[in-house]
């Protein structure tokens, strides 16, 4: 049996059991809002009342969060600052489906209207706990990346009017102590071939495939980038051969995409040797136009990242001692070996195509040689120029 109704000495507040009831009048309807205590009550009662009076007050949506969610994440554009790709979207639909629905509309059954900063802060704790499939927890980015989708989302909803605010606004997103994770992010560790592994694969790989892994060895091009190439892009005569570098394959989305950024389009410059290599590939490859791939599959179509790795490297790799390498490693060996030759931070975020040089010492630090600097001899570095030009006091 429901809990009576009590009047409190506030004029349309209500206490029912060991909650507080609002009554008031907005649209011309009489409506009812429940809060957890009297000074919540209270709030709600003066904010619904100013609303009103301003002409602002919208009702709270009954709408499903599912429901919204559902047909919102196909008509989103992005916030106007950014571009929105359906990559991203493919992401958004992902996260929504694994993340949000079981723990928002299965778990909590919330309507657009009760979705309170409480349960966005609880579903953040529960993210948290979720498992990556590779024996932990989502990581703080992976987390972070599935809170900008429902965020986004309601604030779709508070921008239509569906919802008077945005009960993601201000949630507080996990800060946690990292743990290097080598299967994770191909960015985020940069183990390399030795030497003697490297020309143990390219010596040991199928031949069909060979020039590809040698470009990539000789490049540092991204998986996607070098199985996008066309036959156009390759500029193999003249002082200056290079690959130009203006599109990836996508292999989540099935598509050719452009650079997310200004410095993934970019021309690699490329050395005698691999203008040796590519001249006579393109040569052996049936008669095309230059729009046609480079390195295409059997039937024509972009290389498929797992059969690849799976009837290809894999082989070939595990012969040379290092199976545990991916594609990504030929990008970092690459790396190791321009920092090994002195090559600047900035040179290499350029060639890698990254989007700033900090992405890159990030990435290769742990490659930089030495682990303090020698001291300067200050004495030594003024003999040749007048310390009083520098500003500098001379040293006894």
Same mark, same amino acid.
């Given at each position: 049996?429901?809990?009576?109704?009590?009047?409190?000495? @506030?004029?349309?507040?209500? $206490?029912?059991?060991?909650?507080?009831?609002?009554?008031?009048?907005?649209?011309? $309807? !009489?409506?009812?809002?429940?809060?957890?205590?009297?000074?919540?009550?209270?709030?709600? $009662?003066?904010?619904?009342?100013?609303?009103?009076?301003? /002409?602002?007050?919208?009702?709270?949506?009954?709408?499903? #969060?599912?429901?919204?969610?559902?047909?919102?994440?196909?008509?989103?554009? &992005?916030?106007?600052?950014?571009?929105? *790709?359906?990559?991203?979207?493919?992401?958004?639909?992902?996260?929504?489906?694994?993340?949000?629905?079981?723990?928002?509309?299965?778990?909590?059954?919330?309507?657009?209207?009760?979705?309170?900063?409480?349960?966005?802060?609880?579903?953040?704790?529960?993210?948290?706990?979720?498992? !990556?499939?590779? /024996? &932990?927890? %989502?990581?703080?980015?992976?987390?972070?990346?599935?809170?900008?989708?429902?965020?986004?989302?309601?604030?779709?909803?508070?921008? =239509?009017?569906?919802?008077?605010? !945005?009960?993601?606004?201000?949630? +507080?997103?996990?800060?946690?102590?990292?743990?290097?994770?080598?299967?994770?992010?191909? =960015?985020? @560790?940069?183990?390399?071939?030795?030497?003697?592994?490297?020309?143990?694969?390219?010596?040991?790989?199928?031949?069909?495939?060979?020039?590809?892994?040698?470009?990539?060895?000789?490049? /540092?091009?991204?998986?996607?980038?070098?199985?996008? %190439?066309?036959?156009?892009?390759?500029?193999?005569?003249?002082?200056?051969?290079? +690959?130009?570098?203006?599109?990836?394959?996508?292999? $989540?989305?099935?598509? #050719?995409?452009?650079?997310?950024?200004?410095?993934?389009?970019?021309?690699?410059?490329?050395?005698?040797?691999?203008?040796?290599?590519?001249?006579?590939?393109?040569?052996?490859?049936?008669?095309?136009?230059?729009? &046609?791939?480079?390195?295409?599959?059997?039937?024509?179509?972009?290389?498929?990242?797992? !059969? *690849?790795?799976?009837?290809?490297?894999?082989?070939?790799?595990?012969?040379?001692?290092?199976?545990?390498? *991916?594609?990504?490693?030929?990008? @970092? *060996?690459?790396?190791?070996?321009?920092?090994?030759? /002195?090559?600047?931070?900035?040179?290499?975020?350029?060639?890698?195509?990254?989007?700033?040089?900090?992405?890159?010492?990030?990435?290769?630090?742990?490659?930089?040689? &030495?682990?303090?600097?020698?001291?300067?001899?200050?004495?030594?570095?003024?003999?040749?120029?007048?310390?009083?030009?520098?500003?500098?006091?001379?040293?006894?």
């Amino acid at each position: 049996m429901a809990a009576k109704m009590e009047r409190t000495r @506030h004029p349309g507040i209500y $206490k029912r059991g060991g909650r507080y009831v609002v009554r008031y009048r907005a649209g011309g $309807k !009489n409506r009812a809002e429940s809060a957890r205590t009297l000074e919540e009550a209270l709030r709600i $009662k003066r904010g619904r009342e100013a609303e009103r009076d301003r /002409g602002e007050f919208q009702p709270e949506s009954r709408e499903a #969060f599912r429901t919204f969610a559902e047909e919102w994440v196909e008509r989103y554009r &992005g916030n106007g600052r950014r571009g929105f *790709t359906d990559e991203t979207r493919a992401d958004y639909r992902r996260d929504l489906e694994t993340y949000a629905y079981p723990f928002f509309a299965d778990r909590l059954d919330r309507t657009l209207g009760r979705i309170t900063p409480r349960d966005v802060d609880r579903w953040i704790a529960w993210l948290c706990e979720r498992p !990556n499939g590779r /024996g &932990g927890t %989502l990581s703080d980015a992976s987390v972070r990346r599935i809170a900008s989708a429902v965020r986004a989302c309601l604030a779709t909803a508070r921008r =239509e009017g569906l919802i008077r605010h !945005n009960p993601a606004d201000g949630a +507080v997103l996990p800060r946690r102590e990292e743990v290097e994770d080598v299967e994770g992010d191909p =960015e985020s @560790h940069a183990r390399v071939f030795t030497r003697e592994q490297l020309d143990a694969t390219l010596r040991v790989v199928h031949k069909r495939h060979r020039p590809m892994l040698t470009l990539l060895a000789g490049t /540092g091009l991204r998986w996607g980038e070098a199985v996008a %190439l066309r036959r156009g892009d390759f500029t193999l005569d003249g002082s200056r051969p290079v +690959v130009r570098v203006r599109r990836a394959w996508s292999e $989540k989305g099935r598509r #050719f995409k452009t650079p997310k950024s200004r410095h993934g389009s970019r021309d690699v410059r490329l050395s005698p040797e691999l203008v040796r290599v590519m001249r006579a590939h393109l040569a052996a490859l049936p008669p095309g136009d230059p729009d &046609g791939l480079a390195f295409p599959s059997r039937t024509g179509t972009p290389l498929a990242y797992p !059969n *690849t790795l799976r009837r290809v490297l894999r082989p070939a790799v595990e012969e040379a001692g290092a199976a545990w390498a *991916t594609f990504h490693t030929f990008r @970092h *060996t690459l790396a190791s070996l321009h920092i090994a030759r /002195g090559t600047n931070i900035l040179q290499l975020s350029r060639l890698l195509g990254h989007h700033s040089p900090d992405f890159t010492l990030r990435v290769y630090a742990h490659l930089l040689p &030495g682990e303090d600097a020698d001291p300067l001899d200050l004495e030594a570095e003024l003999a040749t120029e007048p310390a009083e030009e520098l500003g500098l006091a001379v040293l006894a």
